[in-house]
Each structure stands twice: as C-alpha cells, then as structure tokens.
C-alpha cells in the first residue's frame, strides 16, 4: 500500500521552511516532564497522520494500519523473516492448483462485542472487504482474486481464489486485512468507522475525528501472536491515540513529557533525540518498492532505454539523501526495499552516477545536440521531462530531494519541469499516462509488489494506476505469475530474482530511499515497543512500564 | 493610515433604520443574509466541481490504493459523481433545504457529525484571538498615542512589526518557550482554558498589529477634537480623557475590522489548530480541499459565511450602542 505522506497541508513552504528552524531552537539538553509514567496507567502515542476511517477495510490508507495493528488480530502472522505463522487460523492446507484455501480457526476466542471468532468471520470479513460498498482501496484490491468463502463448520472455512496467488497469506497477515466481528461489521459504516470491534488486545472506546482515539485494554485477550513477547492481556491499561500533525510540535509534546511515544520522527530532531538518554529510537525499514520516481515508458522521451537510463546515471541521489534528510533514511537502489522477502542485494549499484556515461547513452539515442541553455535537443526538441507532482503530499524533505535530482539532471541535457498541482489534478495524470516522471512507493510485505508496479495487469485501473511505467513485459508478466503458482520457496526467490533482473535492465524507476516507520519513545518511562513484523508498524501489546525510584 | 477626522467618525454602519419599519430591515437583512449563503455554497461547489482531477483515488484510501471497477463504481454511484454537475448541484441544494449537508467521503459519517464537534473549539479560538488582540492594541496605543515622539514612533515600529509576522512562526515560538522550554501551558491538545491561550495568542498577535495601526490613527483624530480640549479644559485628567471620551471614537474603525477579523480568524484557525494539534474547521476545510472531501468543504464554508453574517450583525448593533449618532433614536447628530 502507498501511504500519502506524513507531512500535512501546510499554508506554505516557506513556512514549514520556518517551523523546520523554529524547531532547531528545540535544542536545550534532556526531556522534561516527570520521569515516572503517568498515574492512570494511560500510554499516550502521538501519530503525525489524520486517520479517517478507523476500519482499515475501508479505504486503507497507513494510519489506519496503524492503530488497528493494536486491536485487530489477522488469521496468519508474518515473522521478520518473512514467513507465515499460525495467528487466529490454526492451520491451513492450499490444494494443488493454488486456488482453495482451507482455513481451521480457533474455537477459543471472543470478539470484545462477545460474539465468538468462527469459520463465519473468515467469510464475513473477506466478504465485506471486496464488496464494492466498503470502499476498500487496499484490502480490497489486494484480494482481487477472491471468489468466495464457503463455511464448512464453526472453525473450518474454504476460500476459493480465480488464479494460484502464493502472496494471499502474505497479505492476510496485514493489519489492512485485520479480522473484524461479523455482527459489528452488519451495523452502517459510519458506526463501523468509529468503533469497529476485533478480538485484538485493546477496544476502542472513543474516537474524535483530528484529535484522538481512546483505547483499553482487553482483560480477555488470549489470542497474542508467535511474535509477540509475551500472552494474555497486555501490560498498559489504557492508550491515548493523539493525532498531532505538526512535527515541532510533535517532537515537543515528547520532550515536554505530554506523551509517551510518536511516529514520523522529525528528521531534524535526530541527533538531538539520539543524544537523549530518556529517548529510544526505534527504526526500521519497510518492505515493499521503495520511494522512488518512476518513468513512464509510454511516451517520449522516456519511451527510449537508453535516456531512461542516462536519466538514472544522472541523478545524484545519495549526495541529495544525506543532505536533506541528514541521513536518517537509507538508500535504496533496487526495486525492492532490503526488508522485503526474497530482495536481492545485486540491483543496488546499477545505475550508481556517472555523468560520463549519460552523455555517452544520450549520444546513442540521438539527442546529440545542446541549445543555449545547455539542453539536449533532439530534431529541434528539448529533453524535456515533465513531472506533475503534490507537494502537500509529501514530507519537505522530499520536495527538497526532488529539486536537487531536477538540478543534477539539468547537468545532463535534461529540463525536469516539476509542476505542482493538487493530489487529485496528479492522479488524473498520472491515471493517464500523462506524465514523464512520478513520484511514488508501495508498502506491503511481499516480493509480489513487482506485479503490482510492474506487470501488464496494472496499467490499468479504475481508480489508481500502480504501475506508473507503462511497462508491458510478457516475459515479465508469465514470471511474476509463476512465483504466485508456486510455495517452493527456492523456487519463487528464484522467479523473484529474475523478475527483478527485468526491472533493473529497462530502468524504470529511479529509487530513491526505504520508507521506514521512525518511532520515538521516551525510555525513561516506558520499555519494549516493538514494530509488527508485516509492515513495520507500531505494536503497543508488549510495552511495559519502566519502575521509576 | 491618516484618515481625514470626518471620514474616520462618519464611518456608518451599513444599515441604518432611518426610514421604513425594523420589519423591513429584518427582511431585508435576512433576504441579504440567505443570498450570501447561497453564493458561497454555489460559488464553492462549481470551483471544486469544476477543478480538473477526479476525487476517487482521494476517496479510496489515497493514491496508493488499487481499488476493483466494482469498487470505483460503486463510489462513483453513492455520491452521484456519475451524475451531470447541475444534476449533483441542484440535488447538494435540495438536501441544504432540509439541513442534510451529506456524508464525508473519506470519514464516510454524516458531515455533522465530523464538523459539529468542532464548531466550537474554532469560535472559541477566534473569539478568545480576537479578545487578546483588542487588549493588546488598546493597551499599546492607549499607552503610546500622543505620548511625544519616541513612544508614538516605538509604537508605530512594534504594531507594524506585530502585524507583519506569520501565524506560524509566532505560534511555534510560543510553543518552544512557553510550553516546552518553561512548562506554563501544554505543548497541544485541547483541554480547558490553559490549552487555548497559546493558540489563541499565535493568532492575536498578528491581528493585534492590525488593529492597533488602525485605532492609533482614530485616536490621533480623536485626540485633536474640539470635545477632548474642553474635556481637558474641565480639568478631566489625561487618562480620564482618554478612556472616557477619545477612546469611544477611537475603537469604531477597529470593530469594522473586528467583523471581517473573526470570519478570517475562523478558516485562518488551521495555521493554529495544526500547530497544536486542535481540532478545528480550519483543520477540516484544509484537509478537505486536500483530498477533496466536497461535502466537508461546502459545509465548513457554509458555516464561516454563516459566522460572517453573524458577526456582522452584532458588529452594527455595537456601532450604535458605542456611536449614538448612527442611532435615529439616540442623541441627534
């Protein structure tokens, strides 16, 4: 899933230029506030996104995953190693052509509404995710194989698929295909958005659109998953789920002592948040393609191989990291982000620059002359590159690194034209083709991305066009549906090596740097925050608090 | 900003009950009022409607999300994206008429629930904005005005610096060192009193330049009328004369602005409730436009022109309690 990103609307750059210097100002030593936690036993998180929906069926965008990674447990878990654990299903057998799924559920557990997990959740939540009605971008389009699910007994369910799909367990294990009760997800959606029920180790009890969503701790929880740390009810009594867009200030609730724990740590408050004993940093990349810009391979100039990759030689991408971002992402060169099943290491240093051999490749494909601009020029044409791009979509950071890769192209010969329109105005272009350059990424837990980003099937679409290329590969396309139809894991990190092999060759994407969930919390109060292992995000279920004297 | 004395103490609200009875100014007045409404509503609706890009990708979970045919169908189905424009407008007016402002798109709950919630933690921030800054202008030129030149000069140079400085920076200023660095208010939030004075303050200190340029002239004016030398004359001491007398003529242009500042302080909100994490209509409309959330959008405008009719109506009613010349009942003029 691609998450809009953590930055918010703001009234302009220059101002969030400010509030990035005002924020510097945050420099005296240590955290304030009382080191003890406080009294009522409440953990208060301060998320940096607005969440809209809290059901994660709907819709599905990242905050959502977030918080419901603390209430919704998945019928399989994933671990940091990639593979598929037992979670709410105990077991399960795939038939031989890849298309029957045979789930056994345990016959133990309760939803926090009281109604009992059963064979019948598996349908009703499976149902209610590709009904057109749910609105579900993410889970939705992840289960576009789905047919059905035929419920043989209370804890025996059949999910029957249209085409062999290997990464199906995969996706189950995301918080976005969280199970649900069936009873709570018969109420309107509006009532389900603000308090949707699962069996998970907290219930929401209180949601206030922009401000916070009220959690507590279910006294019943007997369902944790392989991963976590311990079983039985969690340790905090109650969290406090607090949406606070604005990163100083973010950052400075923290030091405040005001809350616990955030997410979207500031980059410029690292080596400050690092050099502060009462503060953990808890890092990690996650899987999926990495944030990137993506070359549509539809039209001119980028139709030619060879200016995508002088295109890719002439970006000085790591030089742009470390100076905007102070080296708090890590780069990323492949189509696939290290944390990610069945990566490969090869495709990291491919395109590595060299202005030489862009103009070398360039030369080749024709684009031999330079106007007075300094310009490459083609039959009377200038290598022009058009890049409609959403800054409120994305961290200042970003907007800065996009600047930068416009500058070092220019040295080239090429005219990177960024031009700014609002999220809507993009997508209609980019759904079109109508574009050079994208910016973009996709997170989700398996190496079956590369059909999303890159396979035939997803030029198309009615609403968002994952793969920005354009690229029609039939070779391409046959392995990637190969490595679905097959749970040999040699022989699907094989499928995926080649796959990425393609990828790499026909220089579609620019990558740039890892997504990676960045999570701050004040250690001087609190212990053991973890990040799930399916997509990196935040897991309260083992925090316990530290003994103050 | 030198008016001439006449312009300054003549400035007239904009309706007065010279002639005709209250009915027909109330019908009037309310005839006005509906007609504002609607052009905000109407204008709002085809700017948006009429903005190239298709919302649907905004709707569906972002611009990340693979959603099937079926899907988008069926989203283009339930708000009646599938519909002519005209069509999706005169059926937006029909559900106004009975107070149905629709559901969100992307919290997918009735509008009302969304916004209501969050109609007076804005006002509240506007309000208490506009209070602070009305203190802190009057105290600056009640202190500064006609004091010889250095203060009248200081004074000048602060309100224009005050007036010139960004929302922003001011709040995040005021976050480090009040909340953070000396622990007086909390960093965000919205809990009682304590939490609403920086954001409040943020949003006053700009306004609070505003009006004090403008009151510091009237003042000026006010302070050269032939009523304050014989005031003076009366032997009234110079702070007397000053509150009682000058003052009165001194705050008309400054709540002529005061109408105008509280509509602007109600959407200009976001730049303070975002700072501290507030919720807000200022917050809504921003998020809406963003992923353009329609039914949000038009009813957070709804609203600000509704607070703008509001405020002015309480605005002309002020000027006749303070100015009694623009009161055919009151003294003669």
Redesign the interface.
Known sequence: ????SPS????SRT?AL??VA??L??T?SGC?GSAAASEDDTFVF?TGK?I??LDPH????MPQASIAANYLDSLVSQDSEGAIHPWLATDWSVSEDGLTYTFTVRDDVWFTDGTKLTAEAVKANLDHM?D???????A??YL?PYVGTEVVDETTAVVTLNRPYAAFLEVLAQPFLGIESPEALKRP??EN??APVGTGPYKIVDY????RVSLVRNEDYNSAPPYAQHEGPAHIEKIEW?????D???Y??L??G?VDALDLMPSVHFDEAEADPNVELILQDRPGNPTNLILNTTRAPFDDVDVRKAFLRSAYVDAGINSVYFGTVTRAGGPLSSTTGFYSPDFEHVYDPDPDEAARLLDAAGWTERDDEGYRVKDGERLTVHFPYTP??WPTAHQALVTQIQATAKKAGFEVLIEN????????L??NFAYDLRA????TNTADVLR?VFSSE?TE????V?NGSGFRNPELDGILNDALATDDPAEREDLYYQAQQIVSDNALQLPLYNQASQVALRSDRYANLTLEPSLSLPYLYDVTAVDSE | MSTSSLDSLSAAPRTTATAGTAGKVIAKRAAGSLFVLWAAVTLTFFVLRL?????????????????????????RA?YGLDQPVLVQYLSYLGNLLIGDFG?SY?????VL??IG??ILPTLQLAGLALVFAWVIALAFTLLTVGRGRVLDGGGRAVEVFFASL?Q??VG??L??VF???L?WF?????DGFRSLVLPALSLAVPLAGFIAQVTRSSFEDALAQPFVLSARARGLSDTAVRVTHALRHAILPGLTLSAWAVGSLVSSA??AE???????LG??L??A????DLPITLAVVFIIAAVYILVNLVVDVLYRVVDPRTNPKGSAA
């Open positions: 899933m691609r998450t809009a918010t609307p703001r009234p101002l400010l509030a005002a924020g100002v945050l005296t304030g301060a607005d809209s929906c709907v819709n599905g965008d590709v057109p009605d749910t609105q579900s971008g993410t939705g389009g576009k959606q509006a958005c603000n206030v659109p922009q401000s607090r949406i606070v867009p604005e100083s200030t973010r400075g609730l030091r405040a005001q409120g979509a329109g609002d999220g809507a105005t993009v997508s209609e980019g759904n973009d990424y996709w997170n999303i997803y679409s009615a609403g968002f994952p | 903005t190239p890009g298709d919302p649907i990708t905004a709707i569906l979970g972002g611009a990340g999300s693979s959603p099937s045919p079926e899907t988008v169908a069926a989203v339930e559901v992307i919290f997918k709950v009735p629930e969304i919630p969050q960004p922003f920076w995040i200023m976050a480090v909340a953070v660095t622990g909390p960093v965000a939030g919205n976001v730049v975002i700072i501290f994490a507030r919720p807000g917050r809504s921003v998020d436009i963003v992923n353009r």
